[in-house]
Nanobody, 120 residues
Framework: QVQLVESGGGLVQAGGSRRLSCVASGRIISIGTMGWYRQAPGKQRELVASITRPGRTTYADSAKGRFTISRDNAKNTVYLQMNSLKPEDTNIYYC??????????????WGQGTQVTVSS
């Protein structure tokens, strides 16, 4: 059973920083793209940043210049360093990863989400 477990959420003041972590565990042969999404109440889940296994990154416009995604393939872990946080960054942040349990096909998995609250 593959699991993604996020950590690092919490309350932070505007202008502050927060580092999210997500660890994948279970029967894992390979992990492809990993990413962070966020979802505000009543809104659709949106991509914040993603990173391929070789390290190619993609960012939402709102994250460019402030957030940095990285990964440690040896630890099956993806990180999201968030700097210069704004109140509008308040959201539940979800980790996503394309994981192969058999070496043949990849399937997307989601973490349970971690709340980030930015106070003004």
């Amino acid at each position: 059973q593959v699991q993604l477990v996020e950590s690092g959420g919490g309350l932070v003041q505007a202008g502050g920083s927060r580092r999210l972590s997500c660890v994948a565990s279970g029967r894992i042969i390979s992990i492809g793209t990993m990413g962070w999404y966020r979802q505000a109440p009543g809104k659709q889940r949106e991509l914040v940043a993603s990173i391929t296994r070789p390290g190619r990154t993609t960012y939402a416009d709102s994250a460019k210049g402030r957030f940095t995604i990285s990964r440690d393939n040896a630890k099956n872990t993806v990180y999201l360093q968030m700097n210069s946080l704004k109140p509008e960054d308040t959201n539940i942040y979800y980790c996503n990863a394309d994981i192969s349990e058999t070496g043949l096909r990849f399937r997307g998995y989601w973490g349970q989400g971690t709340q980030v609250t930015v106070s003004s």
